[in-house]
């Protein structure tokens, strides 16, 4: 009897232990692994959001990813943009330098303003002798080709040069004139005027051959020319007329120690106050 105790008393033991280990592999199970939190989701404004920005709700960025492609392109829009006005720019500098270059007479600083051509045009009125225009007219030249006001309509500015057969200095300065002649620049236009080869053709001839001149060679008019000749006191004289048939900037009288240099001069005033 007291063996059988023994034993139901150890029974009772060892189901008590073993209900304790299941008891303690339970509690391990739930206290020896940290819980982990599920990551949260990031909205499109955080994952966009620029981590420097102190200012990340600035109402100007995008909101979301849709907003975000068209805040994008339209940077990259302006950017292209700048950069092709930049570009325009640069590449109307660079015509204006290069027809500056390439004329022998650019025109003055702001010649297109209404305002400053007047001022031209007054200044050059106070200096110039010799008034009128040359539109109806007719002429008799050396070569018999004549000399018409379309002639003078075809280019900016004609230089008329009026000398004679008698006039030292005008024959003098000849080489000078065939100079200018063989280089004009676009636009400008040179004719002689001898006063007295109407009766001395050959002379007149003979003089221009000499010089290597090969420009029209009037010697004899009618019409508005008659009215320019009667305001001409000394030869040589040199007139310039616009496209209209004007006389511009104001007359050269007497030869010039550099001629190339004085009508260059004339013919930049003669510019500046009409227009090209």
Known sequence: MKRVACIILSLIFAISALAGCAKGTKDTESFGTEKKDKPKKMTDTERYADPDDDDADDDDKPGNEEEMKEYKSEEYKEAEDEDEEEKEEKEEKEEKEEKEENSAYPPAENDDSDSDR?????????????????????????????????????????????WGTYCGPCISEMPDLAEFYNNLPAGVNFVTYCTDGAVNEEEAQSIIDDAGLAATVIVGSSGDFKSILGQIKYIPTTIFVNKYGEIVGYELIGRSADLLKAYKDRISDALAETDR
């Open 118 to 162: 007047d001022k031209k045009k007054a200044e050059n009125a106070q200096k110039r002798s010799i008034n009128g225009t040359l539109k109806n007219f007719t002429t008799i030249t050396l070569d018999g080709r004549g000399f018409t006001f379309s002639d003078i309509a075809k280019y900016d500015i004609t230089v008329i040069n009026f």
